[in-house]
């Protein structure tokens, strides 16, 4: 249910000068999303393989269109020709808000839905 409860938010527009979470703020959101790493407090991250090419790109366009619409746009890098980074950041705040988890829950959704994931 954590995770559905994040799910449901809509990612919020950052202000200048406005603050990125604390360390137990990261930690507590950090376990309502599944397989995205914490790196150095700062960003969150997920790595994805995809059963071809054509199949990430197509991820990406889905998330491409998520992020429009939530106004959060995350790092995206395709690598490998079938793998795929994801790195949620909130770069006015040089760090994480909960806007970073929000998208993370989202994505999640996302691939949930899909059958082009390799498991």
């Known amino acids: 249910m954590l995770m559905e409860e994040l799910r449901h938010k809509k990612c919020v527009p950052c202000e200048k000068g406005g603050k990125a ?39 990406v366009q889905e998330v491409a269109d998520l992020a429009e619409y939530e106004g959060h746009h995350p790092d995206l890098n395709i690598f490998g020709w079938n793998k795929l980074t994801i790195t949620l950041s909130t770069h006015s705040v040089k760090g994480l808000t909960e806007n970073d988890f929000i998208m993370a829950a989202k994505i999640d959704q996302l691939l949930a839905e899909s059958e082009e994931i390799e498991q």
């Not at 309502?32 to 790109?57: M, P, Q, Y």
Request: aromatic share 10%; proline share 3%; net charge negative.
């Open 21 to 59: 979470l604390e360390p137990d703020a990261i930690h507590e959101l950090h376990h309502r999303v599944k397989g995205w790493d914490v790196v150095d407090h700062k960003e969150i991250k997920k790595t994805l393989s995809f059963i071809d090419f054509k199949h990430a790109i197509s991820f």
